[in-house]
T-cell receptor, first 115, second 112 residues
């Protein structure tokens, strides 16, 4: 089955720890994205990547880091510098057609709680 | 600062009626517009995309776009209880790989 997978589904972190959230897609999509959703809020963009070994900061990149070593994978690290990391983290991907990128499709999400 | 505004609701609609969801956006150069449905505790699911002025229909869903008024809407005909969810409006400035700007969503309740 083609799709976007995220792991783990739930993650608990102690203050001061770094954690890495996994995102993998087998859709052969070119671009990948990380968003964060807080209760009652819309999604906010953390980082995105159009191609391997290249990525750009979104609106709330502080305290986060990413890598894009393979087209299929775009892991997100939540560092201890992120002041309020408890949130629902969503990974998305989209395919490029010519100069344009089509709709973004989301994985199931990772719910991170800081204890 | 790009902004997308939606009425948070809840919007309560009787089963079988038409649900009308609205969204306004601030960035005049926005090119692509999307509606996502999100059930509680789940990730957003794309239900409609629209890129040019006018109406776009897909089954019971119709998206309407008016770029001059910076307004996007979603109509759901013959509303079903399974349509009860939060509907997120999302906007993209260009056709590139930039991320989407989301509204906070409208909570829709379909009353049986």
């Amino acid at each position: 089955d083609g799709g976007i997978t995220q792991s783990p589904k739930y993650l608990f972190r102690k203050e001061g720890q770094n954690v890495t959230l996994s995102c993998e897609q087998n859709l052969n999509h070119d671009a990948m994205y990380w968003y964060r959703q807080d209760p009652g809020q819309g999604l906010r963009l953390i980082y995105y990547s159009q191609i391997v070994n290249d990525f750009q900061k979104g609106d709330i990149a502080e305290g986060y880091s990413v890598s894009r070593e393979k087209k299929e994978s775009f892991p997100l690290t939540v560092t201890s510098a992120q002041k309020n990391p408890t949130a629902f983290y969503l990974c998305a991907s989209s395919i490029r057609q010519g100069p344009f990128y089509n709709e973004q499709f989301f994985g199931p999400g990772t719910r991170l709680t800081v204890l | 600062q790009k902004e997308v505004e939606q009425n948070s609701g809840p919007l309560s609609v009787p089963e079988g009626a038409i649900a009308s969801l609205n969204c306004t956006y601030s960035d005049r150069v926005s090119q692509s517009f999307f509606w996502y449905r999100q059930y509680s505790g789940k990730s957003p699911e794309l239900i409609m995309s629209i890129y040019s002025n006018g109406d776009k229909e897909d089954g019971r869903f119709t998206a309407q776009l008016n770029k001059a008024s910076q307004y996007v809407s979603l109509l759901i005909r013959d509303s079903q209880p399974s349509d009860s969810a939060t509907y997120l409006c999302a906007v993209q400035s260009g056709g590139g790989a930039d991320g989407l700007t989301f509204g906070k969503g409208t909570h829709l309740i379909i009353q049986p």
